[in-house]
């Protein structure tokens, strides 16, 4: 069973960045494609990015976040990173990171970890 705890989420004001970690554990973690997904009040669960099993050489964003993401993971350590540049306000939700067969929809991840709240102000 994996599981996965996210950290780094917080308050930024509007055009500053904040750097998401997701540390997993109990499981081969290389063997998983891992994602970040968000969560606004009273909306869907969004895809934000992906990247791919093994080397992660690819790299998945939704589009509302392309070109200010940046999804990285290193398997020495056991973690992905989501580096968010600027931030906007629509950017403020809980965040969440997912492991599994990797995709832009949520159903093809197996684990996902309790989310960090991530708040950016106008």
């Known amino acids: 069973q994996v599981q996965l705890v996210e950290s780094g989420g917080g308050l930024v004001q509007a055009g500053g960045s904040l750097r998401l970690s997701c540390a997993a554990s109990?499981?081969?973690?290389?063997?998983?494609?891992m994602g970040w997904f968000r969560q606004a009040p009273g909306k869907e669960r969004e895809f934000v990015a992906a990247?791919?099993?093994?080397?992660?050489?690819?790299?998945y964003y939704g589009d509302s976040v392309k070109g200010r993401f940046t999804i990285s993971r290193d398997n020495a350590k056991n973690t992905v990173t989501l580096q968010m540049n600027g931030l906007k306000p629509e950017d403020t939700a809980v965040y969440y990171c997912?492991?599994?067969?990797?995709?832009?929809?949520?159903?093809?991840?197996?684990?996902w970890g309790q989310g960090t709240q991530v708040t950016v102000s106008s």
């Open positions: 990247i791919s099993y093994w080397s992660g050489a690819g790299t």
């Open positions: 109990g499981g081969t973690f290389r063997n998983y494609a």
């Open positions: 997912a492991g599994g067969r990797g995709s832009t929809t949520s159903t093809a991840y197996d684990y």
